[in-house]
């Protein structure tokens, strides 16, 4: 049914080949839904307005059937939902209660936002794993970019940044074993219509919204489609070349060429120029004693 259409009772009985009664039951499970259905008397119905939420079929997703996706109004994490189904699988909830970030902190995730992981078996060699991360933040910014016209960059290994704050957050999580992997959970999570006022406080400085940038309000719907396809798309790309990836990961890097502190989960802290990254996603570090290292994880802040 298209907005402001109006069909009649009949028209939707015959079409759908079904009783003008359960015409009616599903006017009203829709209204229930959020759908504002009007009705007028004698002549039909007409749809004012659809719910702002990210029903499955309301999903425009090309690489993904709509039995694929699992979707939820709240839920703890996606992330720990998608240890449950098997590949290809899209998991989507309009908040988390528990959401998970890397290096073990917390995902704030409040209503308004993006928040969805993907299941999927790459065919990777195992040691390019840690490079899945950044082929993710490859995959955000250019939908961003693409739908927004937002400078979007990746601060390494995988924060999709707009005017230096985070708008997107990226944990992957990998099952199996190492000559047969199982699947990967592609975690992600976009500031997108929620108000800055409603991050803690001392978040507000380092991370902004969608909404924000733009001065509106965003369409998730769109977002979530194009972000879910450009994903797979990626992956599809990095499966058969990583090299052409990391290009465009170094194309859209905010983070080489400029002297960084990259805090490492053992709490120790190393400073230096960032030179490159290589195809498994490992940053190359020029340390302030001329020392040439290679990390794999850590937080990076510019200087
Ligand atoms: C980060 O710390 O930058 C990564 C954040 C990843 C958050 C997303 S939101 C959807 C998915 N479910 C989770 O629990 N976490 C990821």
Not at 99 to 121: C, E, P
Not at 122 to 149: H, M, T
């Amino acid at each position: 049914m298209k907005k402001n259409q109006l069909i009649s009772g009949e028209k939707l009985s015959k079409v759908l080949k079904v009783s003008r009664t359960a015409v009616w039951k599903n006017i009203k499970a829709l209204r229930e839904l959020g759908y504002n259905i009007e009705s007028i008397p004698a002549r039909g119905y007409s749809l004012q307005d659809t719910p702002d939420f990210i029903y499955p079929w309301e999903l425009e997703i090309n690489k993904l059937s709509t039995s694929q996706i699992y979707y939820f109004q709240e839920i703890d994490s996606t992330n720990k939902y998608a240890s449950y189904v098997s590949s290809p699988a899209l998991i989507l909830a309009e908040k988390q209660t528990k959401g998970q970030g890397r290096l073990d902190r917390n995902w704030i995730s409040l209503d308004g936002g993006v928040y969805f992981s993907l299941v999927k078996k790459p065919e990777i060699d195992f040691f390019l794993l840690p490079a899945l991360s950044l082929v993710v933040s490859v995959a955000i910014a250019e939908v961003i970019r693409k739908i927004y016209g937002c400078s979007a960059k990746i601060k390494w290994p995988n924060d999709v940044m707009i005017r230096e704050k985070k708008m997107c957050g990226i944990l992957v999580e990998a099952s199996g074993e190492v000559d047969e992997l199982e699947k990967v959970k592609i975690g992600v999570g976009i500031n997108t219509n929620q108000k800055k006022e409603s991050f803690p406080e001392e978040l507000r400085s380092c991370v902004t919204t969608l909404s924000h940038e733009l001065g509106r309000e965003v369409d998730r719907k769109q977002l979530v489609s194009c972000a879910v396809d450009c994903i797979i798309e990626k992956i599809e790309t990095f499966e058969t070349n990583p090299t052409e990836i990391m290009k465009q990961w170094k194309n859209y890097s905010l983070t080489l060429g400029k002297q960084i502190e990259v805090k490492r989960v053992k709490g120790e802290t190393i400073k230096g120029k960032a030179l490159d990254v290589e195809d498994n996603g490992a940053l190359i570090l020029k340390k302030e004693n001329g020392e040439i290292v290679n990390l794999t994880s850590g937080d990076v802040s510019l200087r």
